[in-house]
């Protein structure tokens, strides 16, 4: 019974939760960019941005919280997939649900505080210092979203590891994705070194989308395990004995 509930709800979990995530990342990384920096720039170049910004911003935000539910969807597949397992691979693929749960709560507070910057900048009697110390908060929030996604792409890809239910690549991009993912901050780096910085910043901007690589990566391999479990317990596949 556990198998064929894996196979019928794991799976489209999985990859409708991947290809939405996927669309929504490429979205709003390019909506409402340019923001001035929340600790350097005045209180009132911030608070003018939002007012000027704030379709873009707005856009940005709900697409964020799109993506934290399809996110959710997305590892509630993996887990319904990697929990019956063998071995411990059960216990890491809580490890990875739990991370997502996290990874998600990050993405809906960005989305929540874009939308409150919005409506606090454009209020008339909201001083221009709050939405700055508003704006701060939500750029610390946007620095650790990548180190956010740590928890679930380790439990996840330790998971796919330990039961060997999807190739061993699966688990290499995810775990990849943790050594990055760790990678200090190219804001912490940059006071120290501005080349490092640079270099850092790059592996910043590559594993968000190695993230949803890994998800549509996963997600196909899901589909064509299925495909072909399904092709094996098909009767008219079957070879009938024949009669002499």
Do not use: H
């Not at 001083?127 to 939500?138: G, M, N, R, S, Y």
């Not at 590559?206 to 094996?232: E, H, I, N, Y």
């Amino acid at each position: 019974m556990s198998r064929q509930i894996s196979l019928k709800n794991s799976t489209p979990l999985a990859g409708f939760g991947a290809v939405l995530f996927a669309y929504s990342a490429a979205r709003f990384g390019n909506s409402g960019g340019g923001v001035p920096s929340p600790f350097d720039a005045p209180a009132n170049q911030i608070a003018e941005y939002f007012v000027e910004q704030a379709t873009f911003t707005s856009v940005s935000a709900y697409l964020y919280g799109l993506s934290a539910v399809c996110l959710v969807v997305f590892a509630t597949g993996m887990w319904g997939r990697l929990s019956q397992g063998p071995g411990d691979g059960g216990a890491w693929a809580i490890v990875g649900l739990a991370g997502s749960a996290v990874y998600a709560g990050l993405l809906l507070l960005i989305s929540l505080l874009q939308l409150s910057l919005v409506g606090l900048a454009n209020r008339d009697t909201a001083p221009a210092e709050t939405v700055a110390a508003l704006a701060i908060t939500w750029a610390i929030t946007v620095v650790i979203l990548v180190s956010g996604s740590v928890p679930m792409l380790l439990g996840f890809g330790m998971a796919i590891r330990r039961t060997q239910v999807f190739s061993g690549l699966m688990a290499n991009f995810a775990l990849i994705g943790v050594v990055l993912g760790l990678l200090p901050p190219p804001e912490v780096v940059g006071p120290l070194s501005p080349a490092v910085a640079n270099i850092f910043f790059v592996f910043s901007e590559l594993q968000p989308w190695m993230l949803v690589f890994w998800m549509l990566g996963t997600s196909l391999v899901m589909r064509r395990s299925d495909k072909q479990a399904s092709g094996d317990d098909d009767p008219a596949t079957s070879e009938v004995p024949g009669t002499d």
